[in-house]
Antibody, heavy 117, light 110 residues
């Protein structure tokens, strides 16, 4: 069974950047699509983007273009999500998920990122 | 890439059935049979309940079923149980390796 372990809670200042990690175990890392999804307080799930490790370039939701970078390190089975130029409305729980081309089969526990001055 | 439209809430009594709709466009739901449904208990990781419109992953009870007509997909939960109370989100493939979620529906078991 695939398990995903995300890095811990983080607090950032507006204008700064955050990098969240997601380490996978129990599966073959390179065979999954790695997704990042966020949920702002009181809001729904929002797809941010995804990447297939060692294959192709990441795909990002239009609203995050220029601010979001998703990477994956096959040697450590770890994926990363870096979001720059943080604003208060980036405060959210960020989830990583592994899955197929259109499904998010396994989810991490989520990482709370708070953006506050 | 706009969010899919879901009703904010739905409810039913134990044993009853409830259906949650998910309306998209001809660019997402209407064009692909790649609609998924996720169950999310607050504070926990979301769980895949339905994929490719009407397929259930191993371990998901057959009380959960999915369908699609045109630009609208639906999730039906039959024989409601207390543990079904959660937020439910639909998602659809939207082309160019992108996905889009619905706004979510809070299901209350009365």
């Amino acid at each position: 069974q695939v398990q995903l372990l995300e890095s811990g809670t983080d607090v950032k200042k507006p204008g700064s950047s955050v990098k969240v990690s997601c380490k996978g175990s129990g599966g073959t890392f390179s065979t999954y699509v790695i997704y990042w999804v966020r949920q702002a307080p009181g809001q729904g799930l929002e797809w941010m983007g995804g990447v297939i490790p060692n294959f192709g370039t990441p795909t990002y939701a239009p609203k995050f273009l220029g601010r979001l970078t998703i990477t994956a390190d096959g040697s450590t089975s770890t994926a990363y999500m870096e979001l720059t130029s943080l604003r208060s409305d980036d405060t959210a729980v960020y989830y990583c998920a592994f899955g197929g081309m259109t499904t998010l089969d396994f989810w991490g526990q989520g990482t709370l990122v708070t953006v506050s001055s | 890439q706009s969010a899919l439209t879901q009703p904010p809430s739905a409810s039913g009594s134990p044993g009853q059935s409830v259906t949650i709709s998910c309306t998209g466009t001809s660019s997402d739901v209407g064009s692909y049979n790649y609609v998924s449904w996720y169950q999310h208990h607050p504070g926990k990781a979301p769980k895949l309940m339905i994929y490719e419109v009407n397929k259930r992953p191993s371990g998901v009870p057959d009380r959960f079923s999915g369908s699609k007509s045109g630009n609208t997909a639906s999730l039906t939960v039959s024989g409601l149980q207390a543990e079904d109370e959660a937020d439910y989100y639909c998602s659809s493939y939207a082309g160019s390796n992108s996905l889009v979620f619905g706004g979510g529906t809070k299901l209350t078991v009365l």
